[in-house]
Structure formats: C-alpha cells, structure tokens
C-alpha cells in the first residue's frame, strides 16, 4: 500500500504525479459558480441563464423573496436552499459554501444597479 499523498507527489519527490481529482472538480465547480456570476445578459451564456433560473426557485425564505427580486442570485444576498437545490448544481452549491465563496461587483454597470432590488443587494448588513 502506498499513501495518496505519496502518489501525487512529484516524480522527483517519489511520487507518479498523480492528480488530485477531489481538488481539480473542486476548483471546476468554482469555475462554473464564476460565470454563473456574469451580469451583462449579453455576456451571460444561454446554460447560464438557465441555471439561475433553475436556481431562483429554491431561494431560501421563498415567501419573503419576490420572484422579480431575484435577478442575479450569485451577487446578491439571497441564499439557495442547501438541502434542495436541483440536482445538477448541488454539488457546487456545496462546493461555495464549503468554502466560503460569494460574488462581489467590482463596478456594476447602472442597468445592474437598476435591476437589483435595494433590500437585496450585496454588502447589506442583517439588522
């Protein structure tokens, strides 16, 4: 038996150069959350769009989040459901929680600004 970490040292180390593929899904589920966080519909490709809708109905509080409200969920300040999210995405919701990943605006353009409602937007403290 040989220990893993061994195996994925380097060659020169002693090791095969093994991947770590824990690490390596784990950094391309953070890809993913990353252009899920495009702003410009322009941009935003066709797949994206429809993970966040897909992802809009399993908002945390539902009730207390208008559905217009939720326009751009990985910027704003509105959480997914941990349990529930659909199926294809539960991984990389896990993956940013585990974590500690949110989306931050550097600039948003003035229709970004427009279309986030003011009780949603990010950097917004809990009373």
């Not at 207390?64 to 459901?81: C, D, G, P, Y």
Request: charged content about 30%; overall charge positive; glycine content about 4%.
């Amino acid at each position: 038996m040989i220990a893993r970490d061994t195996l994925m040292m380097p060659r020169e180390k002693g090791g095969i150069g093994l991947l770590d593929l824990e690490a390596r899904n784990e950094a391309l589920l953070i890809i993913k959350a990353a252009v899920l966080a495009e702003t410009d519909p322009e941009k935003r490709s066709n797949w994206a769009s429809l993970v966040l809708h897909s992802l809009s109905k399993h908002v945390v509080k539902p009730k207390s989040v208008a559905v217009e409200s939720r326009t751009h969920l990985m910027i704003q300040n509105i959480k997914v459901n941990q349990r529930d999210p659909p199926a294809l995405h539960k991984e990389m919701v896990r993956c940013l929680k585990k974590y500690g990943i949110s989306f931050e605006t550097v600039k948003p353009s003035e229709d970004v600004r427009r279309a986030l409602p003011i009780w949603h937007h990010p950097g917004k403290t809990a009373r």
